[in-house]
């Protein structure tokens, strides 16, 4: 599997409050994932790097186990971030979402919190296949707004839950991997404006991962960078 991980502060924040983390286990298990911390600029560093943390020092998880291993890390860290607010009145209201994938055997499992998003490519088509945890979500779903209109648009900064910020529960889910699928982390910095069918354009001219991750980056900052961009891509060739 091939893996191509980018971030860019963007044209209007101080600082990127993004992050993201990639783990190989062995050469078949594969851990990474994006957050994109939140509460100003101190306090979404700290939430991020929090889970950053818990990331790194995750334990290869058992066969069988991984949505549930993923759900405990989320549940774990939420907590943690909490914990971390309540001690310190500048870190008070931080939090970070959340979004982890874990690959084995061609296997994907992954756990999700907030508006971070999970896309595979696969033979031409783009699907979606976490849910954005915001309100801009269902105006889109309604028809109030057009996805075009989300970048700049309120709802899109109102989340259901964050990790450190009243967490419901978070999403789990699964796929099998086809060979040559390509599979999209991104935070919302990036999919508010980059809509799927110029990701799509973008990937039918190439699927190398490194100048097709520039590309889509660009595109997101002619449309004005109004956020931190974090991108990660991984292709996935079986033996």
């Given amino acids: 599997m091939t893996l191509h991980a980018a971030t ?87 939090g970070t979402t959340l979004l982890c994938v874990f690959i084995r055997d061609g296997l994907a499992s992954w756990v999700h919190v907030g508006d971070s998003r999970l896309s595979v490519y696969r033979k031409g088509v783009l699907n979606q296949l976490t849910q954005d945890q ?14 075009e209109e989300v970048a700049d648009h309120y709802s899109r900064n109102i989340l259901d839950q964050a990790l450190g910020s009243a967490m419901d529960k978070p999403e789990t889910g699964s796929v099998k991997l086809e060979r040559g699928d390509i599979l999209m982390l991104s935070t919302d910095g990036f999919h508010n404006l980059v809509l799927p069918g110029q990701i799509v354009s973008v990937l039918q001219d190439s699927t190398e991962l490194e100048s097709t991750a520039n590309s889509l ?5 002619k449309r004005g960078g109004m956020d931190n961009i974090t991108l990660i891509m991984a292709k996935y060739f079986p033996d």
Avoid: C, S, W
């Avoid at 600029?41 to 991020?48: L, R, V």
């Avoid at 020092?57 to 860290?77: C, R, W």
């Avoid at 309100?135 to 996805?147: D, K, N, Q, W």
């Fill in 134 to 147: 915001n309100l801009a979500r269902y105006l889109v779903e309604e028809g109030e707004i057009a996805p």
């Fill in 217 to 221: 980056i660009k595109i997101a900052l």
């Fill in 8 to 94: 860019h502060i963007g044209y209007v924040k101080k600082a990127n409050e993004d992050r993201y983390y990639v783990k190989r286990f062995h050469d078949n298990t594969l851990l990474f994932a994006v957050a994109d911390g939140l509460g100003g600029q101190a306090a979404g560093d700290y939430a991020a790097e929090i889970l950053r943390g818990k990331l790194a020092n995750l334990p290869l998880i058992p066969e069988g186990k991984e949505q549930e291993v993923l759900a405990a890390l989320a549940v774990d860290t939420d907590r943690f971030i909490l914990e971390a607010g309540a001690k310190d009145e500048q870190l008070e209201g931080m």
